[in-house]
């Protein structure tokens, strides 16, 4: 094994000193979240660990053996102790006497609820049976990349007796399900002296007596994998060679910002989809390769990667040496089209009289030459990992074909995973959609407390935000606050001059690259001045027109540009103020702008409505709290112009509205989630005022 290969097996970071302070629980947890931290191990979701503990039983009081177990839906590298189900060792062995049999095989799960140890709420995985009979304290099932590629090889039996000999034993391909438990039973017992075995187009299982030597077998497994395909490997051109070239990274960045909001659109008719880019080696390696299209057709193997990226990939038909997007983009919807047709095609070869109904026969991953890869999901964190399961797929695809021929999941059993009705069970158990789910808004002057406020409403309902500011520490800040509060994948923010028309541009690209495209847009960058008109500069009037006039302008006009190119509709509402239509002393540069910004709302509410583009206009009044433009020279000028101080200024706003009460950026935000939220859908062309009451700005 040359030192190269050797820098990338797995290292050992299990710290003794550490886990001697855990209990034996603890020590499972520690355990597994180690091994979900590195994706060659195991896949996000994918495989499950186990220990089985003593603990006195409740109500008698007696020592009993309990199994901890990976519940349903967790993530073993980020899972907490509540994410493991706890059952009765010994009412689990007692399940073998109501087996009816593999026919029968699914109704096994139903009495597993009978079998929780104190009450715990965690459901338990159909994989339980799996770790429950093997006769062993602790157990791991994994997907690493290296042993799906020998489970996935035409020979893989042969090449795991070549690989491990006795040590690591064989199971052909088998659902995972109560049988499969069986299987593993009976073969951890003919075969005492194995610490593992390798289940055919599936993972690994390894077990042992200590959470410590657990962890260790399964690395050491996983390790000797990746050695002989290493070798093996090692001077084996991958995938036929390639006869595509990469695009440079910018080309790349280009041709898939073009591409997203298409296919975005072709495939969110029914359902509104965010995007996932990936241009990395790994991808770029198999969509330049000779043999890309043959390994794509075939799927994948692994039952946790086939479920994450559907029977097989889209592959754009796009040549990279022409660098020529408009042939792609004008037979795109004949091509996602087949693709349809095919999926349903094979729904109607594979189904059953019980199958649950065709889902969306759209695909999941999409494959482009010399560009790379993209996954479209429900919401973000699906589509990144939807995108992660299709790379590891890759890593199998080329280890597997440079020692043998790979094979991915027969086509019925492919279906027999995917239209599983305990798969269908969990489906509908899942909540429904929350009421932004698959919209992404960009909000300019993101950063401050309007923005802000409105971008935490939008994410509270499942939209994906871009914040887009000119301040940048003030950006930082707001962006760093929701990201605690929503996660990373839901969030992006871009450095952006409402007035720069190339910025604008940039930041359009930049939204529809990171999500796929844009259906919301809340343009909301502010600037507020005070002087009498004979005080007014040409420079100051041109500064509010710039930025409340023509940044809305440029902001609108990109965004109903890639409206147009998803034709999934869109909204936009425009932050204007009281002052469009109340005028107030000293402040004509102001208003005037704010004014061409509620006419703007109303020309571009007539140009959109053709296309279900609607714009709205929220009128705020007085919002100080949170607000960028009353932490300048703006509170004290119109404290001035009333003869106030600035610390009564907000008493004054409060007393003068006929509700007395004070407006706050979050009253603003809920107006415009209103607007932008299908509630508003049979509006466009409309102004909310949301000032406490302003008789001078009432609409008529």
Known sequence: MSSSHASHLLGNL????????????????????????????????????????????????????????KGSGGDVGTMKLDGFATLYQDKLDAL??????????????????????????????????????????????????????????????????????????WLPWKRPGYELGLWLSQFAADNPKARGVV??????????????????????????????????????????????????AAKRKQIAQQLMPEIRGLIGKDEYKIGHFDDSDAVLEFVCA??????????????????????????????????????????????????RKSYAAYYDRCRHDNSPPMRDP????????????????????????????????????????????????????AFDIEYWLLEEAKLQRMPAPKSMAGRIAVIT???????????????????????ADIDEKLLYGTVEQLTLQYGKD?????????????????????????????????????????????????ELWNKNMDILSTGYFLVSREAFRLFR?????????????????????????????????????????????EAGIRVNVVNPDAVLKGSKIWSGDWLQQRADAYGKNAQELQEHYTARSLLKREVLPEDIAEATYFLASDRASKSTGNIINVDAGNVQSFTR
């Open 96 to 169: 073998k006497k109501l087996y009816r049999g593999e026919e029968f095989e699914d109704e096994m799960v139903g009495y597993l609820p009978h079998c929780t140890f104190n009450l715990n709420p965690r459901a338990s995985s159909i994989d339980t049976p799996l770790h429950a009979y093997v006769p062993k304290l602790h157990v791991d099932h994994m997907h690493p990349d290296a042993v799906i590629a020998i489970a996935a090889a035409a020979d893989g039996e042969a090449l795991t007796q070549q690989i491990y000999g006795d040590d690591i034993g």
């Open 14 to 69: 299990w710290d003794s000193a550490h886990a001697s302070k855990l209990d034996e629980p603890g020590r499972l947890l520690y355990r597994s979240n180690l091994l979900g931290s590195d994706k060659r191990i195991t896949n996000f979701g994918g495989g499950n660990t186990s220990a089985k503990v003593m603990h006195d039983d409740p109500l008698t009081g007696q020592p009993t053996q309990v199994l901890w177990v």
């Open 490 to 538: 839901v969030i992006r923010h871009v450095l952006m001059d409402v007035t720069d028309e190339s910025a604008v541009a940039d930041a359009f690209a930049f939204s529809t690259r990171e999500f796929g495209g844009v259906d919301i847009l809340v343009s909301n960058a502010g600037i507020a001045t005070s002087a009498p008109v004979e005080d007014t500069t040409l």
């Open 362 to 413: 759209n695909a999941v991953v999409y494959l482009v030459p010399g560009v790379g890869m993209i996954t479209f999901a429900k919401d973000k964190a699906t589509a990144r990992i939807s995108g992660e399961f299709y790379t590891n797929a890759i890593n199998v695809m080329r280890e597997s074909s440079g020692v043998s021929t790979y094979c991915g999941l027969p086509e019925q059993e």
């Open 565 to 609: 190119r998803q034709s999934l509709g869109g909204a936009v509402v425009f932050i204007a103020s009281k002052n469009a239509l109340a005028a107030s002393p000293g402040a004509s540069a102001y208003c005037t702008a704010k004014a061409a910004e509620v006419h703007l709302a109303r020309c571009l509410a007539l140009e959109g409505a």
């Open 290 to 339: 000779q043999q890309m299209p043959e390994l794509a057709s075939l799927g994948t193997s692994c039952p946790d990667h086939f479920l994450r990226t559907k029977i097989r990939p889209m592959i754009v038909d796009f040549d990279p040496a022409s660098i020529d997007i408009s042939n792609t983009l004008s037979t795109l919807p004949d091509a996602v089209d087949v693709y």
């Open 199 to 248: 289940l055919g187009s599936h993972g690994l299982f390894t077990w042992a007596d200590t959470a410590e030597e657990c962890y260790a077998v399964t690395l050491e497994i996983i390790n000797k994998a990746i050695s002989w395909l290493g070798e093996r490997n090692g001077d084996t051109t991958a995938f036929g060679g390639s006869v595509h070239k990469a695009l440079p």
């Open 445 to 467: 002057g993101g950063a401050g407390g309007i923005g802000s406020a409105t971008a935490n409403r939008l994410l509270s309902e499942g939209a994906c935000v871009v914040l």
